[in-house]
């Protein structure tokens, strides 16, 4: 009894022996295969604690782009504030320029002397305004004095925050070329309004008209405005929204030039309509759509050579920038039209719609300024432009 119980423990002491030599072999294996294995989980933990987050990225777009649409809505209320300006005859209440001086108004009656007797050396009050009394010149002051300052207002939004995001690494290759250039661009359009203003203070001793600023440099001054504000809109939106994916189809190409041509009519139209503002060529007839009882005037060619009619003649003037208007509610209407028969994104048919009725709405203005229609031009951009990064 006592040795087949011995053998069987000796043979289970074997048994156990080997599988324990067994395993002793593998075991260097498998402790270099989980010391490796804590070592990458280590470290990929400190990489993620010490490694700082992506930028730029989505969240920092989102923050340059409610950035660019606020600069936008500056420009928009820059462009009111000009045509409140325009209305009131108060742009060429200031005859000088400087960036930093002028900030600071009148203050004493002598300053405002002072100020009035440099006003009264200039054509405007002398056969404008001769009779005009100091409290009436401080009213038209106070108008161009708060557009200039809206001005300078603007250029410290796009300035400023973009010396921020810059340092802060928000911006990309692209974007800090786009940046620049907004900035740059700012900057020109406020020497491109002094340079307006200064063609109103120029003496014409061979003209007894009244003192107006060149319809020309008026126009570049609005358009290059609203270029500003579109290039700022497009950058905003690029930035915050994502562009639905269609797919690339005959009609949705024919869509997008429709669209893009729609965009260029209402651009030649916001311009014809800052020639009417130079001119005052909207007060030559006051009837629509004939002028007088005419549908075509008499005087339309009546400047030679031909094409100086365009851009000199009030009443040319006129008539283009009401043919040109009409155009761009018919193709507005034609856009309108044609996007009903397309599956579009929801955002695209909200923002033809609204187009559409901003445009039929300003028809119903019948004694609108020229500057309230570049108003709602602008208006009518933004929408578009919402329905191109929509598509």
């Not at 008026?218 to 500003?228: E, F, N, P, Q, R």
């Not at 009837?287 to 007088?292: E, K, Q, Y």
Request: with cysteine.
């Amino acid at each position: 009894m006592l040795l087949p119980s011995l053998r069987t423990l000796v043979s289970c002491g074997c048994r156990n022996a080997g599988r324990g030599f067994q395993q002793s072999n593998r075991t260097p294996h498998l402790r270099q295969w989980l010391a490796k294995r804590s070592q990458h989980s280590i470290t990929a933990e400190a990489g993620a604690n010490t490694a700082p987050a992506t930028v730029p990225n989505a969240a920092t777009n989102r923050i340059l782009g409610r950035w660019l649409l606020g600069c936008s809505g500056l420009v928009v209320g820059a462009v009111v504030l000009g045509g409140v300006t325009r209305l009131t005859e108060s742009g060429l209440s200031m005859v000088d320029w400087h960036l930093v001086r002028e900030m600071k108004p009148p203050q004493t009656r002598a300053e405002w002397e002072a100020e009035f007797a440099k006003y009264r050396q200039f054509p405007e009050f002398k056969i404008m305004n001769h009779d005009m009394t100091l409290p009436e010149f401080k009213f038209i002051f106070y108008m161009e004095w708060g557009h200039r300052m809206w001005g300078r207002l603007v250029g410290l939004a796009y300035v400023l925050p973009t010396i921020y995001f810059w340092k802060k690494g928000y911006f990309n290759r692209s974007m800090k070329g786009r940046a620049l250039g907004l900035c740059g661009f700012v900057f020109f359009q406020g020497l491109l309004g002094w340079y307006m203003v200064k063609s109103g203070l120029e003496e014409k001793p061979e003209s007894y008209d009244v003192p107006r600023v060149s319809q020309y440099r008026l126009s570049a001054h609005l358009g290059s405005a609203l270029l500003l504000y579109c290039a700022s809109l497009w950058t905003g939106l690029t930035l915050m929204v994502e562009p639905h994916k269609l797919a690339n189809t005959k009609r949705l190409n024919q869509l997008r030039r429709f669209a893009k041509g729609t965009v260029g009519l209402v651009f030649l139209t916001a311009l014809s309509g800052a020639f009417v503002a130079g001119l005052d060529a909207g007060l030559v007839y006051n009837s629509f759509p004939l002028m007088g009882d005419r549908w075509i005037p008499d005087d339309l060619l009546a400047f030679s050579p031909t094409l100086k009619n365009f851009f000199e003649n009030p009443t040319t003037v006129q008539f283009d920038h009401r043919v040109l208007a009409i155009s761009s509610l018919t193709a507005i209407t034609g856009l309108y039209m044609f996007s009903r028969r397309m599956m579009l994104p929801r955002r695209a048919k909200i923002a033809i719609s609204c187009l559409t009725a901003m445009a039929y709405a300003q028809v119903h203005t019948i004694r609108h300024t020229p500057m309230l229609s570049f108003t709602l031009m602008l208006l009518r951009v933004l929408l578009k432009i919402s329905m191109y990064n929509g598509c």
